[in-house]
């Protein structure tokens, strides 16, 4: 079966500016083929939830090092709800401790990439969970 | 990450070593080495302390001086900082680095709605003058010399150390801030811009300016090659990206009349330490050399001191690895001691458990104490340029310098740094060989110990104890900035903000606009502000 690209939105939230991860990351899904659009930086989550809705995208991924991860990803995704697109899938890469994985999880986050993870694991994360 | 190509056979034995900035390393260096890449030791070494300063800037290197330590630090409130501060000077540390968060960086207060989550995060919040004089109360301002990393507001903040200075009693001409101030670099790496490109480089030009007539002891830039590294620059890229920087930054300042002779003395460096050892060690002397060359021959300065490329080569954190973080304790003294064989004249070290967290008071001390270890116990200060005349150093010396000028031309083809940062050109650059790089790392190319290589056992494998964030602290800091608006003189702020934006719309120097400020308890939102009135907010160019 041939599918569209899959589309993911890549957002750096916050007031953090390192985005070498960010970047590599949008390389990495776009060689395995995947439309990525960056928001750059500085984004609020408001913005990032308006890029959603506007470009439709299949997976919305988050960029985080400054630790603020908890509560970044619980706004965007009470957001995401207001909106109407809760369906959307998020992902979260960056620095994250692991024992804020399973918070993560539990808020409703569908996939998370500590730094370090190998860019297989995380396109075919993504096309799991897009598919889905 | 890792340091190197190695190709091997099958035998395990060295068939091919590549380094970062794309040198070829032979197995065996002789004096033909020497005579192929035409190396001459009075022009191309010089002795220690004699242009072109390859072997170092002081004839005696260490032996007359050790290094500074300056390790960066700042955290929470003024108040958790100014004890940490002086826990450091306390174990020996010689200059402070002082970190903010970010909406301190962002030019935005404690209150701001863009500020959620991060107040006193990533270093200390400050509002205003008030929470400076707590942040270096008790601190010897004529003694200690302080960092400040930051840089869209930068001039905002040379501008409260010397209001804090003032308010201690230390007059202005004795004081030594260097801020980082270095606003290009922060566009191709670490992201904490504010305004366009133009502006931007205006105000970097601005406290240049300012610092050579007021702030006779203060270094009012320091361009970093580090962050640029970090974000995915080879070490020859690192340097060339640095100089071209440097070169726009002195070229705004000479636009207004000044003599370069007469204000580029001041310049400093922050550098990167991690990688290959020799082609670190090859990076320094060639970068040394290269910069009293160019500030000789292309902008005609004489004075001997006013040719040294000075600064900070420290750091390391993109060598360091989440995976068995015990190992970077390790990472960090090779890179130190590289640091010290490249004679750096101030430096730092990234903590162990960076990759996880603020430093805890235990990793920061023992990055303090390797570096101690290698000043006072084995025996780095004992001969200047220990290494001078290897075959082998030598020969990548001058080749490093080649690359490095190579890379300097491609930045200077496409028009320039300014141009080639609007443009997104180095962005894009350095993000694509981030991402070959990190692939490289993932398929086993570049080796990194504990990562791709030995790494079993790595997995879950975390004795790091984490710097614990107060949400306290956002009280505390909060409460603070709204008592200080309801008993500060606001209609003194209000006139001393306009004339603020006067001079920044009609082009006049800020910073003595930005002192008054200062000293009338006007917070970095409301100064930033005003910034962000008259000049807007930069729009990245999509590199993608």
Redesign the interface.
């Known amino acids: 079966m041939t599918k569209t690209k899959i589309k993911v939105l890549i957002g750096k939230p ?7 991860g960010a ?2 990351t ?3 899904l ?1 060689d395995a083929g995947m439309e ?1 659009i ?1 928001t ?3 984004q ?1 989550v408001e913005q990032i939830v308006r890029a959603a809705v506007q470009e439709a995208v299949d997976v919305v991924g988050l960029s985080i090092m ?3 991860h908890l ?2 990803c619980q706004k965007l995704l009470e957001m995401m709800k207001g909106e109407g697109i809760e369906e959307i899938p998020v992902v979260v890469g960056g ?1 994250i ?2 024992q804020d994985i399973p918070k993560l999880n539990k808020l409703g986050i569908a996939g998370v990439f ?3 993870t ?3 694991q995380i396109v075919d994360s993504i096309r799991e969970i897009a598919k889905s | 990450m890792g340091v190197a190509k190695y190709i091997k056979n099958e035998k395990d034995a060295i068939k091919e070593v590549i380094y970062q900035s794309g040198i070829k390393v032979k197995p065996v260096y002789t004096p033909k080495d020497l005579e192929d890449v035409g190396f001459d030791y009075g022009s191309d070494l010089g002795d220690p302390g004699e242009y072109p300063f390859t072997r170092n800037l002081h004839p005696q290197g260490y032996r007359s001086r050790a290094w500074t330590t300056r390790q960066y630090t700042g955290f929470g409130t003024p108040q958790e900082t100014n004890e940490r501060f002086k826990l450091m000077i306390s174990h020996g540390q010689t200059g402070l680095n002082v970190a903010f968060d970010l909406p301190t960086q962002m030019g935005y207060d404690s209150d701001d709605p863009m500020a959620l989550g991060e107040v006193g995060r990533v270093g200390m919040a400050i509002n205003s003058l008030h929470d400076f004089e707590i942040a270096f109360e008790g601190i010897p301002l004529d003694r200690i010399g302080s960092g400040l990393t930051i840089n869209a507001v930068a001039s905002i903040m040379l501008a409260m150390y010397q209001a804090t200075a003032e308010k201690y009693g230390y007059a202005k001409e004795k004081i030594s801030a260097t801020p980082q101030n270095d606003i290009l670099k922060e566009m191709i790496g670490r992201g904490a811009w504010i305004f366009p490109v133009e502006q931007a480089v205006r105000l970097v030009g601005d406290s240049i300016e300012y610092s050579v007539k007021e702030l006779p002891r203060c270094n009012p830039v320091s361009i970093c090659g580090y962050h640029i590294r970090e974000s995915g620059a080879n070490p020859a890229q690192e340097i060339a990206c640095a100089f071209e920087i440097a070169k726009a930054y002195i070229e705004n300042v000479q636009s207004r009349g000044l003599a370069v002779e007469d204000f580029v003395g001041r310049f400093s460096f922050n550098l990167n330490v991690f990688g290959n050892l020799w082609e670190q060690i090859a990076k320094f002397r060639a970068a040394r050399k290269l910069w009293a060359r160019m500030l000789k021959e292309e902008y005609g300065v004489q004075e001997k001191k006013k040719l040294f490329l000075r600064g900070l080569f420290g750091g390391g954190g993109s060598g360091l690895t989440k995976e068995q973080p015990e190992n970077n304790i390790m990472r960090g003294a090779f890179y130190a001691l590289g640091a010290a064989l490249s004679g750096a004249q101030t430096t730092a070290l990234c903590s162990f458990d960076e990759a996880y967290t603020i430093p805890t008071p235990r990793a920061a001390l023992l990055s303090l104490r390797t570096l101690e270890i290698l000043m006072d116990e084995v025996g780095l200060r004992d001969t200047v340029d220990p290494l001078a005349g290897s075959y082998f150093i030598e020969t990548l010396t001058k080749q490093m310098e080649a690359k490095i000028q190579d890379e300097m031309k491609q930045i200077q083809d496409v028009g320039g740094m300014v141009h080639a940062v609007a443009t997104g050109f180095i962005q894009r650059k350095v993000a694509q060989q981030a991402y070959e790089y990190e692939s490289g790392i993932q398929k086993g190319e570049y080796i990194k110990v504990g990562v791709n290589k030995y790494a079993e056992g790595s997995e879950g494998q975390t004795d790091v104890d984490l710097h614990e964030y107060n949400e306290q602290w956002v009280d505390t800091q909060v409460a603070s900035l709204k008592a200080l608006r309801r008993t500060r003189d606001n209609r003194d702020v209000q006139r001393l903000l306009k004339d603020l934006e006067t001079a920044a719309r009609d082009g006049k120097n800020v910073m003595p606009f930005l002192v008054d400020c200062c000293r009338a308890y006007a917070t970095v939102g409301e100064m930033a502000g005003v910034f962000r009135e008259v000049f807007g907010e930069w729009q990245e160019p999509s590199i993608f």
């Open positions: 916050g007031l953090d500016g390192h985005d070498r970047k590599v949008a390389l990495a776009r990525v960056y750059g930086l500085h609020t400054s630790g603020a509560p970044i620095v401790p692991k500590p730094g370090g190998h860019f297989g």
